[in-house]
């Protein structure tokens, strides 16, 4: 039984990680069912089969080079948090605060509320009741009610069972977390490598393209990056990776080498089995479950049906260790709520953090306001990762002499073409669709007032 302690207690966090433990967390993060969905919209903005997996290795490119700044940054400053801390490192206490107010708003528990729910949907596929949505009852709160269905219960199951999980310790919550890792990437490799080796399909996919068509590489880059975001994961258990000034950078490196190679694995074989201009008119339809039902058959794409659950699972798992980690950061500066700072006492671990997390996406699963808070903040993910990653230029030039026992690879035009590409991805969202991105401002705005509020009852 969880025994929830009296007495709050403020400590840092114990070294218990190991490189592939935190490889596992950015796995995790980042594959999630999106690689099944998003493959259609970027096959409609760049038509042609060799462009189309041209933009996923330079996408794959740059969040590797994202992932080296944050390597040097992460064992420059080993401590909880990834972007908060060089946000507050490098541009100061404002931003790193608006960065884990997004986050705990929108980014990660608007994520696992939306994750939540399509595993219900995808559990519904084999047991119907899981995605039932008929209401069962609901508490008529003004302007958000909140609605109890077979789905959401589903949905709040999920949720909550990962967070006692992980309050549990790095014990068994890195078990559940490496299990889901394993699974879910064996599974997929085994998918691309049985579906290449012996499905049926054609490599003359990959030359024929249609003629005369156009293409729209700003929104094929935008739908890539957002397809690989969370490679960042590894940097926010920093402070719990053991040898951090070895182990992060390894972290790092093959938690996003290994999404990068999987990712184009992946849409080689779509290609295989769906020519690249049905991949572009699936409707709403998953490519992946399209492929493999051509590839290998009806069974083939039910298994993917399920194994789409244990994806979504092993990413909620992972966020559920990596945003309590901002929240806690900033409680200990004393920037947040200072009970987030609490460390259990017997588990070592964020708790009341991880528990506010589990609740605030519970709350986005009853009241379904989660799809809009992803729509409104979703450019902010970008935004605060190219502002993170230009703190590396920062550190560098205000701390030249500290040891550095890791240097971003390709220093400085990696990470420069992370930063110039990330802004113009994200000045192309906002001017494809300014209304959601105002509100997305309105939502990171709205933790100024905040932000004066703490730091005046700090002082």
């Not at 993170?388 to 690879?409: G, M, N, Q, T």
Request: aromatic residues 10%.
């Amino acid at each position: 039984m969880l025994r929830v302690p009296s007495e709050p207690t403020v400590r840092l966090l114990e070294r218990r990680l190991g490189p592939l433990d935190a490889a596992a967390i950015v796995i995790s993060n980042v594959i999630g069912v999106g690689i099944f969905i998003t493959p259609r919209i970027i096959a409609q903005a760049v038509p042609h089969p060799l462009e189309f997996l041209g933009v996923w290795l330079v996408g794959g490119l740059l969040a590797f080079a994202g992932a080296m700044a944050y390597a040097e940054l992460g064992t420059l400053r080993p401590r909880s948090g990834g972007e908060y801390v060089y946000l507050r490192e490098g541009f100061g206490p404002l931003a790193a605060f608006l960065t884990g107010w997004t986050s705990f708003v929108a980014g990660f528990a608007g994520a696992m509320a939306a994750g939540a729910l399509g595993a219900a949907d995808y559990l519904g596929r084999f047991l119907p009741v899981a995605s039932d949505a008929t209401p069962l009852f609901t508490i008529p709160i003004p302007w958000v009610p909140l609605t109890f269905s077979p789905r959401t219960i589903v949905a709040l199951t999920a949720i909550v069972g990962l967070a006692l999980i992980h309050i549990r310790g790095l014990g068994p919550g890195r078990l559940v977390q490496n299990a889901l890792a394993i699974l879910k990437v064996g599974a997929l490799a085994a998918f691309v490598a049985v579906g290449l080796g012996i499905g049926r399909g054609s490599f003359e996919n990959l030359t024929a393209a249609p003629e005369g068509v156009t293409t729209n590489l700003a929104l094929a880059f935008i739908v890539v990056m957002f397809s690989y975001s969370g490679w960042n994961a590894a940097s926010y258990v920093a402070e719990e990776i053991r040898d951090p000034g070895r182990n992060v950078p390894i972290a790092l490196a093959l938690g996003t080498g290994a999404v990068v190679l999987l990712y184009l694995g992946l849409n080689l074989m779509y290609l295989f089995a769906v020519p690249i201009q049905e991949i572009g008119a699936q409707a709403q339809s998953e490519i992946a479950m399209v492929a493999a039902d051509r590839a290998l058959g009806p069974s083939a794409s039910r298994l993917l049906g399920g194994l789409a659950v244990v994806v979504l699972i092993g990413s909620l798992s992972a966020m559920t260790v990596a945003g309590p980690r901002v929240y806690f950061a900033m409680a200990r500066d004393r920037a947040f709520f200072p009970v987030m700072a609490r460390v259990h006492p017997r588990f070592h671990t964020p708790w009341v953090a991880i528990a506010a997390q589990a609740v605030w996406a519970s709350l986005l699963v009853l009241t379904n306001t989660k799809d809009a808070l992803a729509e409104y903040t979703g450019f902010a993910v970008l935004l605060f990762s190219a502002f993170a990653v230009s703190s590396l230029f920062i550190l560098r030039r205000r701390y030249p002499d500290e040891p550095r026992p890791f240097k971003a690879w390709g220093y400085p035009v990696a990470p420069a073409l992370f930063v110039a590409v990330s802004l113009v991805i994200m000045v192309a969202a906002v001017a494809g669709r300014p209304g959601p991105s105002l509100y997305g401002a309105l939502i990171i705005a709205a933790g100024i007032p905040l932000y004066v509020l703490l730091r005046r009852r700090t002082k």
